[in-house]
């Protein structure tokens, strides 16, 4: 079994939270699959439309394979990027496509973490709670979310990009 997928949904794939979910990966080593949704295709749902248009079904196929799922993105506009909101979006697939909602009932019992980044002093209020409220729609656990601040225009700092560490401990005492 995979150990972790890290689902990075941001537009830029070389941008701090990036920078983040590599530092994460590479404190988890092998056990840690990253799919960068901007080098993916993932269509935006649609009801009664299910098949394999795109890159979908690959990611959920990962995600079973998994006991811990990262959901990483940027904070734009005090909400998760566009490209994640699509994917989030589509896990209305494995509520409605009958073949589907077998992968989606076997999600249960997962652990969702989030980890971010922004400009801001903190997450905005409530910026986890579709995180949260989706993995206890699927029975998954939410776990934590982390946030990595940076300047303006500036690159992460040893101390922000030590966020991944934090979560990666945390990861790994639970495989324990």
Known sequence: MNNVTIIIGSARSDGNAAKLVERLRENLGEH??????????????EYERYDDRDDFRSVVAMMLQSQHIVFATP???????????????????????????ISGRSLAGRN????????????????????????????MVWRQAFYARSIRGEPLSPGNLAEASKLASLITAEDA
């Open 112 to 139: 969702v973490w989030l980890i971010s980044t922004g400009t801001d002093e903190g997450l905005p209020p409530g910026f986890d709670v579709p995180f949260a409220r989706t993995a206890a729609y699927f029975d």
């Open 75 to 101: 904070v734009y506009w005090y909400s998760m990027s566009a490209t994640l909101k699509v994917f989030f979006d589509r896990l209305t697939d494995l509520l409605h496509d009958p073949i589907d909602r």
């Open 32 to 45: 840690a699959k990253v799919f960068d949704l901007s080098k993916l295709i993932i269509e935006q749902f």
